[in-house]
């Protein structure tokens, strides 16, 4: 079992114990840095990253490979990656971008598929001179979105 096995496995028994905790990605560099990457249904408090990070210490034998880990939460710029992160934002405001637009719109809903999202526009009147401010919906298959980002407002 290769080092990125082991830690795979490491990974899926410790998240399996905490099912609102799920894995965006984690990587390992060539000096053996090790970067994990949780989001979760509920957030990640700092005990989650400590419970995790105590996981893979336990269960890496330095002797055999030394390495650095870092066990943090995605941050709040970070583009979503799976299903189970636009689920989570139902709701909230995203940017994003498709290979023709960028859109910044409420995330009304999210599927298996696709995600339905909903903004204002201010468009030409049909009749007249001005613009006028029209709802616009649209569903969006996952696989039309390049980048999505939740926007922070205060």
């Known amino acids: 079992?290769?080092?990125?096995?082991?830690?795979?496995t490491i990974l899926?028994?410790?998240?399996?114990n905490k099912p609102t905790l799920f894995l965006i990605d984690f990587t390992i560099t060539e000096a053996f840095k090790i970067s994990v990457n949780l989001d979760g249904d509920n957030g990640v408090m700092?005990?989650?990253?400590i419970d995790v990070s105590r996981a893979i210490e336990e269960n890496l034998d330095r002797e055999e490979q030394d390495f650095s880990l870092e066990v943090a939460s995605v941050g709040i710029g970070s583009p979503l990656k799976l299903v189970r992160q636009y689920k989570k934002n139902i709701g909230r405001t995203l940017i994003v971008k498709t290979s023709t637009e960028n859109i910044e719109a409420e995330l009304v809903q999210a599927?298996?598929?696709?995600?339905t999202l909903s903004?204002?526009?201010r468009?030409?009147?049909?009749?007249?001179?001005g613009k006028e401010t029209v709802q616009k919906t649209v569903e969006l298959p996952y696989t039309d979105i390049k980048e999505a980002i939740v926007t922070v407002t205060f």
Do not use: R, S
């Not at 899926?12 to 399996?16: A, G, P």
């Not at 468009?123 to 001179?129: M, V």
């Open 123 to 129: 468009e030409p009147k049909k009749l007249g001179k």
């Open 12 to 16: 899926e028994d410790c998240l399996e």
């Open 46 to 49: 700092l005990q989650d990253c």
């Open 111 to 115: 599927n298996d598929e696709f995600v």
């Open 119 to 121: 903004w204002q526009a």
């Open 1 to 8: 079992m290769t080092f990125k096995e082991q830690l795979k």
